[in-house]
């Protein structure tokens, strides 16, 4: 236990500050400011962190400069109003969730969505009916526009759809085909975009929730836009009303927002209408170079998901051994990737990136020769080719919540059912919420998890306990 001297937190800060490893992974601004926060900078953090002084507007209630920044962010991606969202993009997922959902409602979602969204389910009560996700080199891909069409036959009576584009991996749903599914059975489309601020800006990347009307999208700006952690924007078309969409955000959003988050999401507006689809595309060059170059010159096999369209600033490569022993030999040679699965390893390119960034990490990956056979401790090697069965829903997971529950060993979990999420973190996507029936598929993965060491979010981190329900 460190002593009340020491500042625990700031401590880590400065080491990994020093580290200086090049970031391939959120946030998109890669600690190199905006262009227009380029002067502030020199006055240090504090200096921003204001309140709603005279002139400052109020992002619940916004007249000023703030109603302004909004009208512009919705002007540019095709809105019809936009709100700044402080609190994550977390935050307008449940505003999302609030407005649509409901008890007896039926919300039809991937079952590989974010975190946010099953707090979405819990807090409105809906009912949620999964959507398959393809998968592919194992990995949940994105949902197929032709299964969410057979799950709209059998629920006519859906409140909303819910899709995430791009996935987390890079592969755009068919936003398209679903809007016409969706919009012809006048059922809202939600588009979870967090990954995907950019893709509106040129024509040369997949299409994006605003180009297809969506009816709600949210971004996180602070991603994949350049913006201030915790920054992102909520985007409403026609059909949404402002004002009880403003109600909801209003219930779930500090009543302190932050300043330098907020300028921050307006000056990544400014720098992406500004510069957006040539910085867009220039990082999409140096995306294609890289992965051609070492398609032709590394044993490091680039992923790619050819069912769908492809974000071109995600990049997937597999690692011979296990995904986790790629990304510490990474980070030991001055390179940090978004996250590494039991496989591969994803790295996001920034539009902030320069070719500098990629050359140095295409010479890290080629002398870095991924290592085959290291199976040990990482189950059958085909493991996870197929995705786990989908558990059982035995309760809601909003009746799930409101149970009691207790911790049990793992080992002991099997038939239980689960009071928790368990969430590997990145991507943030529960392979338990609360109500599933702990099978033994899904014992199978976390046992496998908690060997190979990657980061689960629980209420015991070490995954040797799980909350089950009380019998
Ligand atoms: C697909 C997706 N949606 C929503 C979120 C929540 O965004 P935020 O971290 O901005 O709250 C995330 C975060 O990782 C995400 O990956």
């Not at 079952?111 to 080199?137: F, K, N």
């Not at 959003?253 to 867009?280: H, N, V, W």
């Not at 996001?348 to 290291?374: C, Q, W």
Request: proline share 9%.
């Amino acid at each position: 236990m460190p002593a009340q001297e020491e500042a625990p937190l700031l401590e880590a800060l400065k080491s990994h500050i020093k580290a200086r490893r090049v970031p391939f992974h959120v946030p998109a601004h890669l600690g190199r400011p905006l262009p227009g926060f380029a002067g502030l900078e020199t006055r240090g953090l504090f200096s921003l962190d204001v309140t709603e002084l005279p002139g400052l507007d109020d992002l619940h209630c916004p007249t000023g400069p703030l109603f302004e920044a909004q009208e512009l962010a919705a002007e540019l991606f095709g809105a019809i109003s936009t709100f700044f969202l402080v609190n994550g993009v977390t935050a307008g997922v449940l505003a999302a969730h609030l407005y649509y959902g409901g008890k007896g409602k039926k919300i039809l979602l991937p079952r590989d969505a974010h975190r946010s969204h099953y707090s979405g389910l819990i807090l409105a009560g809906s009912t949620p009916v999964y959507l398959p996700a393809l998968w592919q080199e194992g990995i949940p891909v994105n949902v197929q526009a032709k299964d969410l069409e057979v799950a709209l036959a059998e629920h006519p009576d859906a409140a909303a759809v819910f899709v995430t584009s791009p996935g987390y991996h890079g592969a755009c749903a068919d936003l398209a085909l679903i809007r016409e599914l969706t919009g012809s059975r006048g059922i809202p489309l939600v588009v979870d975009e967090a990954h995907g601020t950019y893709l509106s800006l040129s024509p040369k990347f997949p299409t994006g929730a605003g180009e297809v009307g969506a009816d709600m999208w949210l971004q996180s700006t602070h991603k994949t836009g350049g913006a201030l952690t915790q920054g992102g924007m909520l985007h409403g078309g026609p059909q949404v009303d402002p004002a009880r969409l403003r109600f909801f955000l209003g219930l779930l959003e500090t009543s302190s927002p932050s300043y330098p988050i907020m300028a921050s999401l307006d000056e990544a507006r400014r720098f992406l209408a500004l510069e957006g689809r040539k910085r867009a595309e220039e990082a999409a060059d140096l995306s294609y170079g890289l992965r051609s170059d070492l398609e032709a010159n590394s044993p490091w096999q680039v992923l790619a998901f050819p069912s769908f369209a492809a974000d071109p600033l995600k990049l997937v490569l597999r690692a011979g051994g296990s995904g986790p022993e790629a990304l510490e030999a990474l980070r030991r040679r001055g390179v940090e990737p978004e996250l590494a699965g039991f496989k591969h390893v994803l790295f996001l390119i920034s539009l902030f990136h320069t070719s500098k960034d990629i050359a140095f990490l295409r010479d890290t990956l080629v002398k870095l020769k991924p290592e085959g056979g290291h199976e040990e401790g990482f189950g059958t090697p085909n493991f996870l080719q197929v995705p786990p069965p989908l558990p059982r829903q035995v309760l809601l997971p909003a009746q799930a919540a409101a149970c009691t529950s207790r911790a049990v060993p793992l080992e002991e979990a099997l038939g239980r059912v689960a009071a928790e999420m368990v969430v590997p973190s990145p991507p943030g996507i529960p392979l338990l919420v609360p109500g599933e029936e702990i099978g033994p598929g899904v014992l199978n993965l976390l046992t496998q998890l908690r060997r190979a060491g990657l980061k689960c979010q629980l209420a015991d981190p070490a995954l040797n306990t799980l909350k089950v329900l009380e019998k």
